[in-house]
């Protein structure tokens, strides 16, 4: 062999290495990329699960290296202790559970169409809980429309079981793009005041494989329609359901 055909296979072996390490670092990069992508689209980000496992399954050398790493950056950044702590979860995510599979936002305040295009592309989410409080001086709750564009969003994924779901905003109307979902078996509601009525019966009704729905105390503008005769006709729309009403 002469000295350009060893040269030359000696480059093409440096090529294959690379692309290996690429094509190896390519789904940590897409995870990172999409944590970053979610606490981006929210507007107060900092009550946001992802995977929530523990972090001791990221290897202790790697996770000091990337503590440091984010100290240094927040401080070049000027960064809060917040926006390093955010930095540091995002990083660690494919480390701690691989693939996003669990996502939970708490009182995000705000957020918009961003969220569902991020969240189409998390295929492999299994559970995800999103909730907002409201109230307390604080920022507007996401509107109906915000909830129905995270319905809609939430409706294509294909592995999703378990949903928790609230808001005060969140009305028969925004819900009822989840009808028809193929996975879903169980959706909770009762940790916010619900502004559903009734009528979400015929949503829900059309989850084929829906075993359990839980439901929260009717919101002020909701209350008047949750009649006992109401709750029975509910409860006779979906006869194979677990359905939990606190009324």
């Not at 169409?113 to 559970?127: A, H, M, N, P, T």
């Not at 378990?162 to 109307?173: F, H, Q, Y």
């Not at 359990?212 to 709750?231: D, F, H, K, N, Y």
Request: charged share 25%.
């Amino acid at each position: 062999m002469s000295a350009r055909s060893r040269k030359l296979k000696a480059r093409w072996v440096v090529l294959a290495v690379v692309v290996a390490c690429v094509a190896g670092l390519a789904p940590f990069i897409r995870e990172i990329y999409l944590a970053a992508a979610i606490q981006n689209a929210i507007a107060r980000n900092v009550e946001i699960t992802l995977n929530d496992t523990s972090y001791e399954s990221v290897p202790k050398v790697l996770d000091e290296v990337i503590q440091k790493s984010v100290e240094w950056y927040g401080e070049w950044t000027h960064a809060s202790s917040n926006q390093r702590e955010l930095y540091y979860y995002r990083i660690t995510t494919p480390f701690r559970a691989g693939r996003l599979r669990n996502l939970g936002i708490y009182d995000p305040k705000n957020f918009d169409e961003r969220l569902g295009d991020v969240i189409r592309r998390c295929r492999g989410l299994q559970s995800v809980e999103v909730l907002d409080w409201g109230g307390w001086g604080s920022p507007p709750t996401p509107p109906e429309s915000s909830w129905r564009s995270l319905c809609e969003a939430l409706r294509t994924l294909p592995r999703l079981h378990t949903l928790g779901i609230g808001s005060e905003e969140l009305t028969d109307a925004a819900l009822a793009p989840l009808a028809g979902h193929p996975t879903l078996r169980t959706i909770t509601m009762e940790r916010v005041p619900m502004s559903i009525t009734p009528e979400s019966a015929r949503t829900f009704a059309s989850i084929p494989h829906l075993k359990e729905l839980i439901l929260g105390e009717p919101s002020r503008t909701t209350e008047e329609v949750w009649t006992e005769a109401a709750i029975a006709r509910f409860r006779a729309a979906l006869p194979g359901v677990s359905v939990t009403i606190p009324k």
